[in-house]
């Protein structure tokens, strides 16, 4: 679940230049009494169509089955996310949590079973999903202090995840290369999207992928990149749900337009 507060906060600094992530982080590390609800699934659904206008010079050209992965890359999210909102709009209208609040195991089987649904895309799609998941893996065990028993489970995830990419490579005729590069792209749409989905006020910049720096901006008439790597006027939309629902809302559609 990506948690977002009903009133967006400005940025910190209008001049400064924060990481996306650090834009991200802290609006999902707060417990909400009240905020929109952006399921995983609805998120990786605008990361897809975000990847669907992607063009530049570097940008490598995605196939449709390439971009309908990136769309799934979260479906195994589904169904927890799906008992979040049940348990919201229960009597005792229980808080969601952020993707960032659940423990090692929950989140391990929710990468094991979107990576399983992207597989049914094509190889390439679920070798990139995969290797998208094997990268946070792998950050999560070198940043994170995790007890002894995650980190058996972190690092049995990366066993298990390199020896299905090393089949999954031979399974397509794409060079090694390539398959990095289309990893790249869902990294930076699965962080794009969370940016916007997450309400950050923030001008950030987005790690090196595909030999680009990216930077995004919030300006009054709406997103701006550079470089401007999604046509001017591209709108995008996505699902929110009103936590906890009252009677005037329970949901609305957000929309993010880029200039």
């Known amino acids: 679940m990506i948690l977002r507060p009903l009133e967006t906060p400005g940025p910190h600094n209008s001049h400064e230049w924060v990481s996306a992530w650090r834009a991200v982080e802290p609006l999902q590390r707060i417990r909400y009494e009240t905020c929109w609800m952006i399921t995983q699934p609805s998120h990786a659904a605008l990361a897809g169509e975000i990847a669907a206008k992607l063009a530049g010079q570097n940008v490598p050209e995605l196939e449709p089955e390439l971009v309908r992965a990136i769309a799934l890359h979260d479906a195994g999210w589904g169904m927890p ?6 348990a919201s709009r ?42 998208h998941f094997w990268r946070l893996a792998e950050h999560r065990l070198n940043t994170a202090q995790d007890s002894a028993a995650d ?39 699965d ?6 989905c997450c309400g950050s006020r923030e001008q950030v910049e987005f790690p090196e992928y595909f ?14 990149l550079n470089p401007p790597l999604l046509p001017s006027g591209t709108q ?16 609305r559609e957000i929309s993010f337009v880029l200039v």
Request: glycine share 6%.
């Open 81 to 86: 996310d799906a008992q979040a909102v049940m």
């Open 90 to 131: 229960s009597v005792q209208q229980s808080p969601p949590r952020s993707f960032l609040q659940v423990g090692v195991p929950e989140f391990l089987s929710s990468w094991t079973r979107s990576i399983d649904v992207a597989l049914s895309t094509a190889p390439a799609g679920g070798y990139m999903v995969s290797r």
């Open 151 to 189: 980190c058996a489970r972190l690092e049995q995830f990366l066993d298990f995840e390199n020896e299905r990419q090393q089949k999954l490579v031979s399974k397509q005729a794409r060079s090694a290369k390539e398959l990095e590069a289309f990893t790249d792209v869902l990294q930076f749409c």
């Open 191 to 196: 962080l794009m999207s969370l940016y916007l």
């Open 211 to 224: 030999g680009v720096k990216i930077r995004a901006s919030q300006e009054p008439q709406g997103l701006r």
């Open 236 to 251: 995008f939309t996505v699902a929110a749900l009103k936590h906890p629902a009252t009677k005037g809302e329970s949901g």
